[in-house]
Structure formats: C-alpha cells, structure tokens
C-alpha cells in the first residue's frame, strides 16, 4: 500500500499572526464606557466602599468624636475672650468648625485611597474593562456619608449648647448642604495627592500641612479684621473662607448672598482641575 504525505504548508497558506503591542492589550481591556455604565461602575466602586466602612468602624472616629470635641472646646475657650460670652460666640463658631470638620474628614480620602494602592488593590481594577474614573470617584461618593455625619453632628452640639440659627430650618438645612458639598468638592485635593505620593505616611503629612493653613487661616474662629492686612489678604482669598462666610449667611440670616455662588463656584473649579489630575495621575500606574 502506498502513502501519501500532504504537501508542506507554504508560505502562503500559513496564516499572518501579527504581534499584539501594549496599545492592543489596552484597547480589548479598557474599552470606552457610557455615561451610564461610567456612572453604574462608579456606584459598585462606592459599595465596596461602604462594605469597607462598616467592616471597619474606626473609620467613623474622627467625623464622630471631633464634631463633638471641636465644638466644645473651642466654643467654651475662646468664646469669652472673642465675643465676650459663649452664647454670642456661637453663630460664628458654629459655621467655621463645620467647615473645618469637613475640611478634616475628607482629608482622610488620599490616605485612604494610597493604603489601597500600596496593598495591590488597584492592581485588580486595572485589569477590568471599567471607566477608569470609577475607583476614584466611588470611594469620593461613599464617603458622603462621613461627610453627613460630621456636619450633622456639629450643628447638634451646637444646638445642644444654645445655638439657634437665624435662618431657621431651611438655612440650617442649606448650610449643611453647602458643607457636604464643599467637603465632598475639597476631597478630590487629597485624592489627587494619594495617587501621586509614595505611602499613606507622606499623604497624610502633605494633608495636614494643606489643612491648618486653609482652616486657621481664615475667618472659622475670629473676624479677619482683627488679622494683620498681610494675613487678611490670604484670608479673603482662602476658598474656606468663602465656604464658612456663606454657610454664616444661610444659617444666621437666612439669606442667599453673593458668597453662597462664589463658594459654589470654588467647588466646582476645585473639582474640574483636580478630579481630571486625579484620573491622569492614576493611569501612569496602571
């Protein structure tokens, strides 16, 4: 019996298998998302946040004791020498500890975000076919609930020891508004910095030394008439201040002034260089 062999592959039958490059790999892992998916991805990345949350209470410390310490101890011990009596001192500390509170608790969100990175967390997000916004912008999103909390609780402590807004339930209610959203607006600074920095450690240094300038160096605890013209310039000029002015407006008068636009303006500008920075930072990671 004879056999026959089949004839050898030519060249021109073997198929051309060309080389996949980085780009490729990139565009089959990491493909363009709608709003809506961009949005939905962004919601889970918040779940996972509040899992974390609850599996970690101590996380809730500082938006729960400092509220309470924060107004106590600054009310009663700087309230007779700034206004004479505490009960006078109130409508102005009140406003400035919710903005320092809030400034305090978002300041958490780069530390946060760098222990994830260091840990290799991020290493798996990088490989899923998601908006790479939504790692960031899910754990900005959860951490609204800190950010309620503490705003709830100062205004409550200072209802406890005699404060009572002048703008009634609707200024009140617009001046936490006002504080969530500015914390909230203020977080993608420090989100910014835990995808640039090299361990939680210097994020939360480089945090504190953007933090007490930006809350005592405005007008929060005293009038900054009573500041050198140096300091009043940097003080007129802090985005805090405009943030603590306006909430002042809405608690105290009740009125919807020029500071509440400028303070929501500030936001929004916060938000539209930082959160962009945040995103490009983060994929030079990837």
Known sequence: MSTTTAPAPTEAHVPEQRRLTPEDVAARTSPRNSVRETVSQTLTMAWRSTKKMRRNPEQFFDVIIQPLLFTAMFTYIFGGAISGDVKSYLPIIIPGILAQTALTACMAMGTQLREDMDKGVFDRFKSLPI????????????????????????????????????????????????????????????????????????????????????????????????????????????????????VRDLMNDGHLTADVGWALLGCAVVVAIFAPLSVRSYKRHL
């Open 131 to 246: 908006a790479r916004i939504a790692p960031l912008a899910g754990p900005a999103v959860a951490d609204v609930i800190r950010y309620v909390i503490a705003a709830t609780l100062t205004i409550l402590v200072g209802l406890a020891m005699g404060y009572r807004p002048g703008g009634g339930v609707g200024g009140t209610v617009a001046g936490w508004a006002l504080t969530i959203v500015a914390a909230w607006s203020l977080a993608w600074i420090f989100t910014w910095l835990g995808t640039i920095a090299r361990s939680a450690q210097a994020v939360q240094g480089i945090s504190m030394m953007i933090m007490f300038p930006l809350s005592f160096m405005s007008n929060a605890f005293v009038n900054e008439s009573t500041m050198p013209d140096w300091l009043q310039t940097f003080v007129k000029v802090n985005p805090v201040s405009h943030v603590v002015t306006a």
